[in-house]
């Protein structure tokens, strides 16, 4: 099903019981999209106040999304707008000359690359002067900005959606045992838990597919003018928000060994992270810092996500490993698990990020070096 007909309606299924473990913006698409196809859902969700389920504004396009899902983040774009859950907005990518060629080829072909400047040193941007090294280029990329709290609240004036502060305390084949309702029956489970995934009895066999480390950001405000956000691996890459609030990232930081790790943030890292920024973005000075945050992160071990349903339970289906970049791609993952459900059929899967791949057990990089995009 293409994102333009998400408005036309879906063929009528019979109707079918469906809980969804997680309450960030991965497992509320998922809810969406089984309320478009005429599921009950239920989603649990064990605090829905904390800041553990996905909550705050993100960017779409992510430029550190991997050039083999940019197509889905693509969509995603599409989907959002559909659902008039977008803001449009700007976002500044500057990375080395050259070595990103195929996603920077991928975004200029779906027409959301504003402009291009190679070869100076510094380039202007408002009141912002933006300083480009030797060899680096900058593409202003159109995206957009998304409230999470705008999706929770869609999603829970949906047809047959249900979200429940609950937490799952065992996952059986088709049955959860909850801390506040005791044993509940389903046709089919979505966990879409993020790094709590393999930390849930019965799901403890998952933990071997993903890896989990700690996320650090600033959320800063900088008068009125654009956020900004470094990564070590990407660069350098902001998005021009025009409330003036924004995040201040440095990307990905250590595997952790437990989710509840990721949230013990490190003062010098983030300290680190402005000063860079500062000397990269004149203008960003007057930045004032609204707060630190930490949170844990999750991926497949070999850098992808893990979708579909699980070997040893054709009724358990995963939803995880999205990288931190769920907005960026929980509207088309999503899509992609609900249509298995429906139709029975691992065929929607991508054989890259089923769960039934084969995936090293290994530790090695979160993500892949921009250079090899």
Same mark, same amino acid.
Request: hydrophobic share 40%.
């Given at each position: 099903?293409?994102?333009?007909?998400?408005?036309?309606?879906?063929?009528?299924?019979?109707?079918?019981?469906?809980?969804?473990?997680?309450?960030?913006?991965?497992?509320?698409? =998922?809810?969406?999209?089984?309320?478009?196809?005429?599921?009950?859902?239920?989603?649990?969700?064990?605090?829905?106040?904390?800041?553990?389920?996905?909550?705050?504004?993100?960017?779409?396009?992510?430029?550190?999304?991997?050039?083999?899902?940019?197509?889905?983040?693509?969509?995603?774009?599409?989907?959002?707008?559909?659902?008039?859950? !977008?803001?449009?907005?700007?976002?500044?990518?500057?990375?080395?000359?050259?070595?990103?060629?195929?996603?920077?080829?991928?975004?200029?072909?779906?027409?959301?690359?504003?402009?291009?400047?190679? !070869?100076?040193?510094?380039?202007?941007?408002?009141?912002?002067?933006?300083?480009?090294?030797?060899?680096? @280029?900058?593409?202003?990329?159109?995206?957009?900005?998304?409230?999470?709290?705008?999706?929770?609240?869609?999603?829970?004036?949906?047809?047959?959606? +249900?979200?429940?502060?609950?937490?799952?305390?065992?996952?059986?084949?088709?049955?959860?045992?909850?801390?506040?309702?005791?044993?509940?029956?389903?046709?089919?489970?979505?966990?879409?838990?993020?790094?709590?995934?393999?930390?849930?009895?019965?799901?403890?066999?998952?933990?071997?597919?993903?890896? #989990?480390?700690?996320?650090?950001?600033?959320?800063?405000?900088?008068?009125?003018?654009?956020?900004?956000?470094? +990564?070590?691996?990407? +660069?350098?890459?902001?998005? #021009?928000?025009?409330?003036?609030?924004?995040?201040?990232?440095?990307?990905?930081?250590?595997? #952790? @060994?437990?989710?509840?790790? !990721?949230?013990?943030?490190?003062?010098?890292?983030?300290?680190?992270?402005?000063?860079?920024?500062?000397?990269?973005?004149?203008?960003?000075?007057? =930045?004032?810092?609204?707060?630190?945050?930490?949170?844990?992160?999750?991926?497949? *071990?070999?850098?992808?996500?893990?979708?579909?349903?699980?070997?040893?339970?054709? *009724? #358990?289906?995963?939803?995880?490993?999205?990288?931190?970049?769920?907005?960026?791609?929980?509207?088309?993952?999503?899509?992609?698990?609900?249509?298995?459900?429906?139709?029975?059929?691992?065929?929607?899967?991508?054989?890259?990020?089923?769960?039934?791949?084969?995936?090293?057990? !290994?530790?090695?990089?979160?993500?892949?070096?921009?250079?090899?995009?």
């Amino acid at each position: 099903m293409l994102a333009r007909d998400w408005l036309t309606g879906f063929p009528a299924v019979a109707r079918k019981r469906v809980a969804v473990i997680g309450g960030g913006v991965s497992g509320l698409m =998922a809810a969406l999209w089984a309320s478009r196809y005429g599921y009950d859902a239920t989603v649990f969700e064990a605090d829905l106040a904390s800041p553990t389920a996905t909550r705050l504004s993100a960017g779409i396009i992510d430029p550190t999304v991997d050039v083999s899902l940019a197509p889905f983040a693509l969509e995603a774009l599409s989907i959002l707008s559909s659902l008039g859950l !977008g803001v449009e907005s700007r976002l500044l990518w500057v990375h080395r000359r050259g070595s990103c060629r195929r996603l920077e080829k991928l975004l200029s072909a779906a027409g959301l690359v504003e402009h291009s400047v190679a !070869g100076e040193d510094t380039v202007g941007l408002g009141r912002y002067r933006v300083d480009l090294s030797p060899g680096e @280029e900058m593409h202003i990329l159109r995206t957009m900005l998304v409230d999470t709290g705008t999706l929770y609240s869609l999603v829970s004036s949906s047809p047959g959606v +249900d979200i429940v502060e609950d937490r799952v305390e065992y996952v059986g084949c088709g049955s959860l045992r909850l801390r506040r309702g005791g044993y509940r029956e389903f046709d089919a489970i979505i966990v879409a838990a993020g790094p709590w995934t393999g930390f849930i009895r019965g799901l403890e066999t998952v933990a071997s597919m993903l890896r #989990i480390y700690r996320c650090e950001a600033l959320i800063i405000r900088a008068g009125g003018g654009p956020l900004a956000v470094v +990564d070590d691996v990407l +660069d350098f890459y902001m998005s #021009i928000h025009t409330s003036g609030d924004g995040i201040l990232g440095d990307g990905c930081c250590a595997e #952790i @060994e437990s989710p509840n790790e !990721g949230y013990r943030y490190d003062g010098e890292v983030l300290e680190a992270v402005l000063g860079r920024s500062m000397r990269r973005l004149e203008g960003l000075g007057d =930045a004032e810092l609204v707060a630190p945050v930490s949170a844990p992160c999750a991926v497949g *071990r070999d850098s992808f996500p893990v979708l579909g349903g699980l070997p040893s339970c054709s *009724r #358990i289906h995963l939803l995880v490993g999205l990288d931190g970049v769920g907005v960026t791609l929980a509207p088309s993952l999503a899509r992609l698990v609900l249509e298995s459900i429906a139709t029975g059929s691992r065929d929607y899967i991508p054989t890259g990020m089923a769960a039934w791949r084969r995936i090293s057990r !290994g530790r090695g990089e979160v993500r892949e070096p921009v250079g090899e995009c």
